[in-house]
């Protein structure tokens, strides 16, 4: 491991970290919701991961102003366009499994996942 | 260009069309819609094959004003167009089969939600299989996911709604992963289309620079991709999923749905990455060890359930066990084996849900072993369906999955240290097969006691009361066939598809 | 207590009322705000019965884990080996970050001729002075077609799952929950206020973003979401009466239908246009004016209106299980 370059990329690095903690929630958690929180964690970090690709120091924000058309002028607007593409796709996924969180709760009062399947096995189909 | 180069784009943006169209119509005028969107998509993907096997090369279609690496573009070669037919055909039969369940176990108000979901499937598949660009991919296999969730859970009872959750959260491990691959590619080549990636790889290959994050990119695509398509170790939501939906949900997921993953993640190993730095970076190894485990444990937990549609699930485990072990052999002949089976499968699978759905609706609707006794003399049509599928599981001539198997063992043969261990797992797993399929056969055709038969009072079905169900059925029937007696000709389309796909 | 005046008038001023609110022992909600007449806690013993069954088995199973040894030492090997699992990915993570380019460097892999293009050319070729606009409903539009039906799919799964319909059985937990979803304390005097206040101007400002997504900051994912925000207040101040009588579940049917119909037909032309090498007879215009970038300004506004009502509806299914 390239320890000054891991220094030098410590953005990256602490999106990584943040990727790790929202997905060990995603999988350790028993609660719900604090499941969709750590799904929501790992998806905002690797967001960040991919905002940070654009920026270049010095640089701009990819608007045209006064006319100024040069590529030294302004970061890199590709990662910018991916990263809306994937906000919408996490709201989505969030607003889905929210929903299910509510048809579950209404039908077996927990938000436990253990519980709901011990609960299944009981009540057959 | 010919008019036909624009059909695979049209299916797309048909498809993708019907979805808002069939949440503004009814549920009956929503079947309607979708069964004559899926069979124009089929015809015109027939049009498209027959060209492209006429000019014999692949061709890129741009998608905008603005050619690659500046805009989006999709790729149409041999391989893909058999791919979107087969696809085609395959969900055609299955909506059919299951239109009478459908209407029982869905609400009247909800109908038209299914048939959306079943629209972006559709397109997200076409998509997955045309695209020639990474984040397109990304985007509709979000698509892929979400519709596959809705597939699963329209049948609002307590189980389908734990098992798409389960479902979910698998899922979405598994799209953190891609997007995370498709990330770290991104920043070390620069690119987002497929054929300027290959360049850029095979240069990071030649002098060797960014060595580490090209490795763990790889990983985390096939990991992401193998935890989607249910993969051995991650395979924890299949069974419920599977076992619990409505009876055309679990022949479209069984079918279609993994194999679409699988195909992107086979586009990865040859378009994206080039299968010579894939065989470099020892992921295949990986990939081959996973698939024969989940080969032996799959079928083993197979024999152990109670009720046939998840000993079904259990044995799709067992399935694309087989194939990530013939993308793990490396050679050209293993990865047209996978191709192959990924063909077999879906005629295979599909056809044991329809048949054996039917087969629980004469036995009072119950899905233990137990009750099943005799329903092959109850239901003559899904009798027969479910004896060829399982014959064609376990490996008997003239069907699809022999064809697979002899492939799979010719593939094997030769190589220096992976050989026994795969021909050792085909042989164990072909026994287990036989174990719990035949052990359903000989039940479904075991004649009920006759005081027995005087105490449940089980309805019998013949062909002309459900002549659509039946007649999917034949025809899932005779696709077997045929894929197992004119095998040849569609090896040799593969193999030339195979050659065009990098 | 007052000296200066009597008990009773002193009872009705503002200071008493304050002091009141201020101790606690006066709801501010009574009396101001009209609400739901509240019933009676009634409870069934037998059901409370088979309940406190229910739940000390399910605490045997499921939570005991004291007693349990079998589940202690499979919840303890579960733990050891997902904690190993995410520490390991976390470590492999870090090494492929230490070995990337080094970050905010003008000589990156991903700083080649694909952003020099865009950059450089953008602005004559898409019309946009927003590069990043022009790039995802120009270059790459594609992909933005394919997320603005994740976003309407996910809209019919979340329908699927909490839209209630008028059912011809009996679903007591349906009815029981009825009161909780239907319930709304109406009519408080300072949400009104500043909803009055406030909602049209959110609502011109979405508006406003949306359509100068092509000159500037914005486009039609965020107007959408700030329209679809004032929605929202306005529904949470005003009630549901209220908001039923301009968007209900034909509007929503029929908005998103128009507006992704409208955004497939758009593109179908430009696609089969560019692909077959046809001039597109779409003007760009004059950078700079609204009127401008040929189809850009149309796919924002099908987008906004799609993301809009996609925000109402969450929240309202959310809330009420039905429009």
């Known amino acids: 491991m390239n320890f000054s370059n891991l220094i030098n990329n410590y953005e990256e690095a602490v999106a990584m970290i943040l990727f790790g903690i929202g997905f060990s929630n995603l999988l350790l958690q028993k609660n719900l919701i604090k499941k969709i929180i750590g799904l929501n964690i790992m998806d905002t970090a690797m967001y960040l991961f991919l905002a940070l690709k654009g920026y270049i120091a010095g640089r701009k924000a990819p608007i045209v102003v006064d006319g100024v058309q040069s590529v030294e002028a302004y970061i890199n607007p590709i990662p910018a366009g991916l990263v809306l593409t994937g906000i919408v796709v996490s709201v989505s996924v969030t607003a889905l499994m929210l929903s299910l969180t509510i048809r579950l709760y209404r039908r077996y009062h927990t938000l436990n996942l253990d519980e709901i399947t011990t609960r299944l096995e009981k009540e057959g189909l | 260009m010919e008019f036909v180069q624009n059909f695979p784009f049209i299916c797309i943006i048909l498809s993708l069309f019907s979805g808002p169209l069939s949440s503004v119509l009814s549920g009956k005028k929503a079947k309607w819609w979708n069964a ?467 | 207590m007052s000296r200066k005046i009597p008990e009773e008038q002193y009872k009705k001023t503002r200071s008493y009322h304050l002091k009141q609110w201020l101790d606690g022992t006066r709801d501010p909600f009574v009396d101001t705000v009209e609400m739901k007449p509240q019933q009676e806690f009634q409870e069934d013993t037998a059901v409370l019965e088979q309940r406190s069954e229910e739940k000390k088995e399910i605490f045997e199973r499921v939570f005991d884990v004291e007693h349990n040894a079998e589940m202690r030492l499979f919840q303890r090997i579960y733990r050891l080996f997902s904690a190993l699992f995410c520490l390991s990915l976390v470590l492999v993570l870090l090494t492929g970050v230490s070995y990337l380019p080094t970050f905010g460097h003008a000589e990156n892999p991903v700083n080649n001729e694909v952003p020099e293009r865009y950059i450089e050319n953008g602005l004559q070729e898409t019309g946009a002075v927003n590069i990043v606009t022009g790039m995802i409903l120009d270059y790459r539009a594609f992909d933005t077609l394919g997320e603005s039906h994740v976003l309407f799919i996910a809209t019919c799964t979340v329908l699927i799952l909490l839209r209630i319909d008028k059912k011809k059985g009996k679903d007591s937990i349906a009815e029981r929950e009825a009161n909780d979803r239907i319930y709304e304390p109406k009519n408080d005097v300072i949400l009104q206020t500043v909803a009055k206040i406030l909602v049209p101007p959110i609502i011109i400002f979405g508006i406003y973003v949306i359509l100068c997504g092509h000159l500037g900051p914005g486009g039609g994912f965020s107007g959408g979401a700030v329209i679809g925000a004032g929605l929202i207040l306005y529904l949470n101040a005003f009630g549901f009466a209220k908001t039923e009588r301009f968007f209900t579940a034909k509007t929503y049917k029929w908005m998103s239908f128009g507006a992704l119909a409208c955004y497939a037909l758009a593109k179908s032309y430009s696609f089969y246009t560019g692909a077959n090498e046809i001039h597109s007879v779409i003007p760009l215009g004059t950078p700079g004016a609204i009127l401008s970038s040929g189809l850009i300004l149309i796919l924002n506004i099908c987008v906004g209106i799609v993301v809009a009502g996609t925000m109402y509806t969450f929240y309202v299914m959310f809330r009420k299980g039905g429009y």
């Open chain 2, 36 to 502: 004559f969107v899926i069979t124009a998509i089929g015809l015109m993907n027939i049009a498209v094959l027959a060209f492209v096997v006429s000019t014999g090369e692949p061709y890129v279609y741009r998608m905008g004003h603005f050619s690659a690496p500046w805009g989006n573009e999709i790729r149409v070669g041999i391989l893909e167009a058999v791919m979107a037919v087969f696809f085609c055909v395959t969900m055609l039969l299955c909506m059919l089969g299951g239109i009478a369940e459908r209407e029982e176990e869905i609400e009247e108000s909800k109908q038209n939600l299914y048939y959306i979901m079943v629209n972006l499937l559709l397109s997200s598949l076409l998509a997955l299989i045309y695209t020639n660009d990474l984040f397109t991919a990304y985007v509709f296999v979000e698509i892929n996911t979400i519709s596959a969730c809705g597939l699963i859970m329209i049948r609002q009872n307590g189980r389908t709604i734990v098992a798409a959750t389960r479902y979910m959260i698998m899922s979405l491990l598994g799209s953190g992963m891609l997007l995370l691959g498709i990330c770290f590619l991104y920043s070390i080549t620069g690119h987002l289309l497929m054929s300027n990636i290959q360049q850029a790889v095979w240069n990071l290959h030649e002098t060797g620079m960014y060595q580490v994050p090209l490795l763990v990119a790889v990983g985390l695509m096939s990991v992401g991709l193998a935890v989607k398509s249910a993969l051995f170790p991650f395979h924890g939501w299949l069974p419920d999923a599977y076992g619990y939906s409505t009876v055309s949900s679990a022949a479209i997921l069984s079918s279609l749905v993994s194999k679409g993953y699988i195909f992107l993640l086979l586009k990865i190993f040859y378009r994206v990455i080039g299968f010579e730095v894939i065989k470099d970076s020892k992921v295949i190894h990986v990939l081959f060890v996973f698939g024969i485990a989940g080969m032996i444990i799959g079928s083993i937990d197979a024999i152990r359930e109670n009720s046939i549609r998840r000993m079904i699930a259990y044995s799709s485990v067992a399935q694309i066990g087989y194939i990530y072990m013939g993308f793990g052999l490396g050679t050209e002949l293993g990865v047209l084996s996978s191709v192959f089976h990924i063909l077999c499968h879906a005629a295979t699978k599909a056809l044991l849900f329809l048949s054996a759905s039917s087969l629980t609706e004469v036995s009072g609707d119950s899905t233990s072993f137990f009750d099943l006794t005799g329903a092959g003399y109850r239901n003559k049509a899904a009798g027969l369906a479910f004896t060829v599928g399982s014959l064609s599981m376990v490996g008997f001539p003239m069907l699809g999955g022999f064809i697979s198997k002899i492939l799979f063992a010719q593939a094997a043969v030769g190589h220096a240290y992976k050989m026994l261990p795969t021909l050792i797992a085909l042989a164990v797993s072909t026994i287990l097969n036989t174990v719990y399929f035949l052990k359903t056969v000989i039940r479904i055709y075991t004649p009920m006691r006759s005081e027995e038969k005087k105490e449940k009072q089980y309805k019998l079905v013949t062909m002309g009361q459900q002549p659509v169900k039946s007649a999917a059925l034949l025809c899932f029937v005779a696709l077997n066939l045929v894929l197992g007696l004119f095998s040849q000709p569609i090896l040799t389309l593969l193999e030339r598809g195979l050659s065009m796909f990098a």
